[in-house]
């Protein structure tokens, strides 16, 4: 039995940028297995944020995978990316991960999937995950349309897709740099 489902919201926003993720964790198609679970944490000294979906076990080896990079290349985030997503096309690492992955510093705010793609989001908004398109259009309205800061609007994005998607709750954790 696999587990997964999640949504992970990223807002870049006056110098702000909010990664905001719930904590559902789904058996299969119908059984919720954990309402807690920390999907966005900070990583090489606190200076990256990182918010992961997909399958738990991947999730995991791909932030790990990361992680290790970011201290190969001092920190630098696009580096690390790029040379993560070459392992996958050149099949160092040997499988497909099922698992996607924001992540962000200062500066820059990147998606990396499991299959090695690294994607600059437009307009400094960005989602993954079972309720990714949901986050997505509520975190692209609430930007075009209010005043809040980065990590309301992440916040409220992810309150709406657990409105909407089963296999996002609305247990939400929300990261900042």
């Known amino acids: 039995m696999e587990f997964h489902g999640t949504t ?3 807002v870049k926003k006056g110098g702000v940028t909010a990664i905001a993720g719930d904590g559902q964790v789904t058996m299969g ?3 919720i297995f954990k309402n807690t679970a920390v999907k966005v944490r900070r990583i090489y000294g ?3 944020i990182l918010g992961f979906a997909g399958s738990v076990t991947d999730a995991f080896s791909l932030s790990e995978r990361f992680e290790g990079m970011l201290n190969k290349f001092a920190g630098n985030l696009m580096r690390s990316a790029v040379e993560l997503a070459d392992l996958w096309r050149s099949d160092k690492i040997g499988r497909k991960l099922d698992a996607m992955m924001i992540t962000a510093d200062k500066d820059t705010l ?3 999937s499991g299959t090695g793609e690294v994607i600059e989001p ?3 908004v960005c989602a993954i995950g079972s309720g990714g398109n949901y986050a997505l259009a509520a975190a692209r309205a609430l930007i075009q349309n209010t005043d809040f800061g980065a990590e309301e609007i992440a916040r409220k994005a992810l309150k ?3 409105e909407i998607c089963v ?3 609305d247990h939400i954790l929300c990261e900042t740099v």
Do not use: H, P, Q
């Open 46 to 48: 606190g200076r990256v």
């Open 122 to 124: 437009d307009e400094g």
């Open 8 to 10: 992970i919201c990223a």
């Open 167 to 169: 296999y996002t709750n």
């Open 29 to 31: 198609e119908s059984v």
């Open 110 to 112: 990147l998606i990396l």
């Open 160 to 162: 709406i897709a657990s």
